[in-house]
């Protein structure tokens, strides 16, 4: 509505097994309850969400992938969840899917790994560089990644000082 008011969908709430969400205008993806699944849905002109893919991230071999934070680039062209990995599931990484704007299907393009433990990530409004801090407060970082056009992620080797906690005078 053009007060800002929300307003019910018809339908909802949508069954759907999913915990975190991102939408791109087309699409809302979810990770789902057990992390080895984006869901993809459809949103229809009214507001309704049809299913419309689904994408395992669990690549043979590798039982740390998960999907669990989503983000979108500001296109909305890209998914990224940042999910673990390496040795006893310790590290984190970012896997980048390609949307398909037909089907909503997600294909993967790269793995970054991150470093960190669950860092939150955030893409720059022209798309050039993403940004992942990490949640538990163990490093106080801002970590720095190049966004490549195919969507992939490549980490930058600038890590930026915080700013100190009292500010400045």
């Known amino acids: 509505l ?10 909802s709430p949508f069954a ?3 915990m975190f969400m991102t939408v791109n205008g087309r699409y809302l993806f979810g990770s789902d309850a057990t992390g080895a699944y984006i869901r993809s849905y ?5 507001g309704a ?11 043979p071999g590798n039982a740390c992938d998960n999907a669990g934070a989503l983000f979108l680039d500001s296109a909305g062209a890209t998914v990224s969840p940042v999910g673990s ?12 899917f390609r949307v398909d704007g037909t089907t909503g299907r997600l294909v993967l393009i790269h793995e970054a790994h991150a470093g960190l433990n669950g860092a939150l990530l955030r893409f720059s409004s022209d798309d050039r560089f ?6 538990t407060g163990s490093r106080p970082l801002v ?7 195919d969507g992939s992620l490549a980490p930058m080797q600038v890590h930026a000082p915080l700013p100190s906690p009292g500010g400045t005078q």
Do not use: K, M, W
């Not at 053009?2 to 339908?11: A, E, I, R």
């Not at 969400?49 to 690549?59: D, E, I, K, Q």
């Not at 970590?143 to 056009?149: A, K, N, S, V, Y």
């Open 2 to 11: 053009p007060s800002g008011q929300l307003t019910p969908v018809d339908g």
């Open 16 to 18: 759907a097994d999913v």
């Open 42 to 46: 459809a949103i229809a002109p009214d």
């Open 49 to 59: 969400l049809l299913p419309a893919a689904s994408t395992n991230v669990v690549r």
């Open 85 to 96: 990995s390496g040795p006893a599931c310790a590290a984190a990484a970012y896997q980048a």
């Open 130 to 135: 993403a940004f992942g801090a990490d949640c």
């Open 143 to 149: 970590d720095g990644f190049e966004h490549h056009r």
